[in-house]
């Protein structure tokens, strides 16, 4: 089935510095969707990116999207000690009759040292 | 803000023990999903909802489990005889629209302890 692998599994920053997780997919996908949870919370959305090559961003995070659609990043410039989380890939396959099921990576544990 | 609710915010349960978690998702949303997660770990497909039928579930889903959506607004799971390893939040998320796209708004979950 398909599987979506994400590195690293944990990042430590300090404050200021930049921050980068990747994103795999097995399969070709239809869309990624990146989610942020906090420590105790629920996922909450981010970003949809759906076109291959596509890049798109939001303050001080940016968001690629692989030609091929089977991988992905998600870039933070100069961390706050509010990004502290985890930070998750979902991707949607391509091809299925899915209903948008998400396949979730691991997850990069962000922590920010002020 | 409209936003998924879910209860009850934790369940202790022993095993064996018949467990219903129940959801409100969002009212114009017309895909309802539930996911999972044990501790530290990633989140899991359960199993999607649409037109009032299950559109897709994962081999956690087997037989043990079940969802309803009795009466048009509330959308619940049902695990019939809760494992130990059972022991998970438990999300729920519903969406718009977009039948391959769109944002998820999850719920802030159930802890389920199975003992």
């Known amino acids: 089935g398909q599987q979506v692998m994400q590195i690293p599994q944990y990042q430590h920053v300090q404050e200021g510095e930049d921050f980068t997780t990747y994103c795999n997919s097995s399969t070709t996908l239809s869309n990624i969707q990146w989610y942020k949870q906090r420590p105790g919370g629920h996922p909450v959305f981010l970003i949809q990116?759906?076109?291959?090559?596509e890049v798109k961003k939001q303050k001080r995070l940016t968001f690629q999207f692989g030609e091929a659609k089977k991988n992905s990043s998600l870039h933070i410039t100069a961390t706050q000690t509010t990004d502290v989380g985890t930070y998750f890939c979902?991707?949607?396959?391509?091809?299925?009759?899915?209903?948008?099921?998400?396949?979730f990576g691991q997850g990069t544990i962000l922590t920010v040292h002020p | 803000e409209p936003e998924v609710t879910q209860t009850p915010s934790h369940q202790v349960t022993q095993m064996g023990q018949e467990v219903i978690l129940r959801c409100v998702p969002i009212s114009n949303h017309l895909y309802f999903y539930w996911y999972r997660q044990i501790l530290g770990q990633k989140v899991e497909f359960l199993v999607s909802?649409?037109?009032?039928?299950?559109?897709?579930k994962s081999e956690i889903f087997d037989d043990q489990f079940s969802v309803e959506r009795p009466d048009g607004s509330n959308f619940t799971l049902k695990i019939r005889s809760t494992k130990l390893e059972d022991s998970a939040m438990y999300f729920c998320?519903?969406?718009?629209?977009?039948?391959?796209?769109?944002?998820?708004?999850f719920g802030e979950g159930s802890r389920l302890t199975v003992l």
């Open positions: 998320a519903s969406k718009r629209t977009g039948f391959l796209t769109g944002e998820l708004f």
């Open positions: 990116l759906v076109k291959s090559g």
């Open positions: 979902a991707g949607v396959n391509a091809g299925g009759t899915s209903y948008g099921k998400l396949t």
């Open positions: 909802f649409y037109n009032n039928e299950i559109s897709e």
